[in-house]
T-cell receptor
Framework: DTGVSQDPRHKITKRGQNVTFRCDPI?????LYWYRQTLGQGPEFLTY????????KSRLLSDRFSAERPKGSFSTLEIQRTEQGDSAMYLC???????????FGPGTRLTVL | KQEVTQIPAALSVPEGENLVLNCSFT??????LQWFRQDPGKGLTSLLL?????REQTSGRLNASLDKSSGRSTLYIAASQPGDSATYLC????????????FGKGTKLSVIP
């Protein structure tokens, strides 16, 4: 069990550029979650996958955001036309079932200049 | 909509002291509640998951209690150590068609050697 991994750990981009983040969950976990955390706040839910199906999306997930989980393994989160307000830590978590412990990755810190 | 409040926002204690962190939530119809710690700039580490049918859960020097009817949980840390310095977050899971954890802003703990 290597834990949840995220790549990259840090991303600096200019406003208007597109960015993509990757999350690799714990291997036997078929539930995967994305959260966003800004400074001084707790994480806020973005979206949830059960296997390859995206079953829930937060209103925070505007049309500039898209998430995928092909084949129910790793997941990607893409932000198009980034804005300064997108600067945050993007966290991925996985679990065995929805009522089980969610295990978080180290996060990807996005800075939009 | 679930709302989570954590008090105090920050706490500074001398090493060796026992301490209690408080978490309150508005929707008492929860399946479980998780406590996490977060070190600066890092992801979340799961500490304890307490099921709605449980009143307490223990792991080492940590003890979490849950009073679902009053919408409260506490995290008790015994014999605090400088390595316990971190932000502690609680997150109830409500179910009811949603898969997200709802987080408070956390309590920032500093343990002074």
């Amino acid at each position: 069990d290597t834990g949840v991994s995220q790549d990259p750990r840090h991303k600096i981009t200019k406003r208007g550029q597109n960015v993509t983040f990757r999350c690799d969950p714990i291997s036997e976990h078929n539930r995967l979650y994305w959260y966003r955390q800004t400074l001084g706040q707790g994480p806020e839910f973005l979206t949830y996958f059960q296997n390859e199906a995206q079953l829930e999306k937060s209103r925070l997930l505007s049309d500039r955001f898209s998430a995928e989980r092909p084949k129910g393994s790793f997941s990607t989160l893409e932000i198009q036309r980034t804005e300064q307000g997108d600067s945050a830590m993007y966290l991925c978590a996985s679990s065995l079932s929805v009522t089980d412990t969610q295990y978080f990755g180290p996060g990807t810190r996005l800075t939009v200049l | 909509k679930q709302e989570v409040t954590q008090i105090p926002a920050a706490l500074s204690v001398p090493e060796g002291e026992n301490l209690v962190l408080n978490c309150s939530f508005t929707d008492s119809a929860i399946y479980n509640l998780q406590w996490f710690r977060q070190d600066p700039g890092k992801g979340l580490t799961s500490l304890l998951l307490i099921q709605s049918s449980q009143r307490e859960q223990t792991s080492g020097r940590l003890n979490a209690s849950l009073d679902k009817s009053s919408g409260r949980s506490t995290l008790y840390i015994a014999a605090s150590q400088p390595g316990d310095s971190a932000t502690y977050l609680c997150a109830p899971y409500s179910g009811a068609g949603s898969y997200q954890l709802t987080f408070g802003k956390g309590t920032k703990l500093s343990v002074i050697p």
